[in-house]
C-alpha cells in the first residue's frame, strides 16, 4: 500500500452503531413474535365484535332470517338492517348505560369507543327505520320499550331487570318479537297457529340458549335477580335446559314446513344447544358462551342456506 493511500473504513450500519436496535429487529422478524403479535390483534378485534353486541347482533338477525325462510319469503334487506343495528344499539345500551350491570363497565377496555359506536349505529338504525311501514315500527316500539324498561328505572329506582326471575323470560320474549314477528309483520302474515308454535319454538330455544352465560355470570348477578341457576343451582338449570329443548323439538314437529330440510336442522340446532347447555359451568371459557354458544342461530342459518 502506498504512502498516499488511505486505509477505508469499513461502513458502519445502524446495526453495527447500536447492537441493542440488532437484537430489537431480530426479535422483530422473528416468526414466532409476529405470530404472538398477530393473535394479540386477532384477539382485540374478537374482543370488540363481542363487546360491541356485534355478534349477538349478527345471531339475533340470522334467526330472524331462519323464521322468515320457512314461511317462503325472501329476507327484506332493510327489515334484516334494522334489527342488525337496533340489536346493537339495544343490547349496548343495557350492558353500558351505567344503569342494570357495573360489571360489564368494569370489564370492558373501550367503553368510549362502543358508545361512539353504538351512536352510528342508532343512526343507521333510524335511517333504515324510515324505509319502514309504520305498522312494523309500532311493532319494533313495542319491544324496544321492553328493552328500555329492562334497564331503566321504572317504580323506587327498580327496573324489569330487578324483577326475581324475570330477566331470561324478558330477553327470550324480545327475542320472539324481533325474530318472528316483527319480520313476519312486514310480510303482513295474519296470525295463525303456526306462528303461535313457532314463537313458543322460538322462546324454549332461547331461554335455553340462555343458560349458559346465566351460569356463567352466577359470580356476578345480585341475589335479588333470581336466576334460574340461583335458584335452582347449575345442574337442575341444565336438566331444565334439557326439558326446554325436548319442548322445542315437540312443537318443530307439530308444524309444517316450505321444505323437509326445515325440521331436520331444527333437532340438529336442538341437539348441538344441549350439548352447549350439558357443558357450561361457572368458571367456564371466556369466549364459551360470549362466541360460541352465541353463535348456534348463526349455524342454524348457514345449515338452512346448505340445505
Not at 488511505?6 to 447492537?19: A, D, E, G, V, Y
Not at 326471575?165 to 302474515?189: F, Q, S
Not at 303456526?194 to 352465560?213: D, G, N, R, S, W
Not at 316450505?258 to 368458571?283: H, M, R
Request: aromatic fraction near 12%; include cysteine.
Amino acid at each position: 500500500m502506498s504512502p498516499g493511500k488511505r486505509r477505508q473504513q469499513p461502513l458502519r450500519t445502524s446495526s453495527t452503531l447500536n447492537p441493542q436496535l440488532s437484537t430489537q429487529n431480530h426479535i422483530s422478524s422473528n416468526p414466532l413474535n409476529l405470530y404472538i403479535q398477530a393473535m394479540k390483534i386477532l384477539k382485540a378485534i374478537i374482543n370488540f365484535y363481542i363487546q360491541s353486541s356485534m355478534h349477538v347482533a349478527l345471531a339475533v338477525t340470522a334467526l330472524a332470517v331462519v323464521s322468515v325462510m320457512q314461511y317462503g319469503f325472501v329476507p327484506e334487506p332493510v327489515v334484516l338492517a334494522f334489527i342488525f343495528f337496533g340489536t346493537i344499539v339495544g343490547y349496548n345500551f343495557v350492558k353500558y348505560a351505567g344503569v342494570s350491570n357495573q360489571h360489564n363497565l368494569k370489564i370492558t377496555p373501550n367503553i368510549n369507543l362502543i358508545r361512539g359506536f353504538s351512536v352510528l349505529c342508532l343512526i343507521a338504525m333510524g335511517y333504515f327505520g324510515l324505509k319502514l311501514p309504520v305498522n312494523v315500527l309500532l311493532a319494533a316500539a313495542i319491544f324496544g320499550g321492553l328493552t328500555l324498561l329492562y334497564a331503566l328505572p321504572l317504580y323506587k329506582s327498580r327496573n324489569l331487570r330487578g324483577l326475581s326471575g324475570a330477566k331470561i323470560y324478558i330477553i327470550a320474549l324480545v327475542w320472539v318479537g324481533v325474530t318472528v314477528l316483527l319480520p313476519l309483520e312486514y310480510h303482513n302474515m295474519a296470525f295463525r297457529l303456526k306462528i303461535l308454535y313457532q314463537c313458543l319454538e322460538i322462546f324454549f330455544f332461547v331461554i335455553a340458549l340462555t343458560l349458559p352465560f346465566e351460569i356463567r355470570d352466577l359470580k356476578y348477578d345480585e341475589k335479588e335477580l333470581g336466576t334460574i341457576p340461583q335458584k335452582l343451582g347449575i345442574r337442575k338449570t341444565k336438566w331444565l335446559g334439557t326439558a326446554l329443548l325436548i319442548l322445542m323439538a315437540g312443537l318443530t314437529s307439530m308444524q309444517t314446513y316450505v321444505t323437509d330440510a326445515y325440521p331436520v336442522i331444527s333437532y340438529i340446532i336442538a341437539g348441538i344447544t344441549l350439548i352447549a347447555v350439558g357443558g357450561a359451568k361457572e368458571n367456564q371459557n371466556k369466549y364459551y358462551a360470549s362466541l360460541w354458544v352465541e353463535s348456534i342461530p348463526i349455524l342454524w342459518l348457514i345449515l338452512l342456506l346448505l340445505a
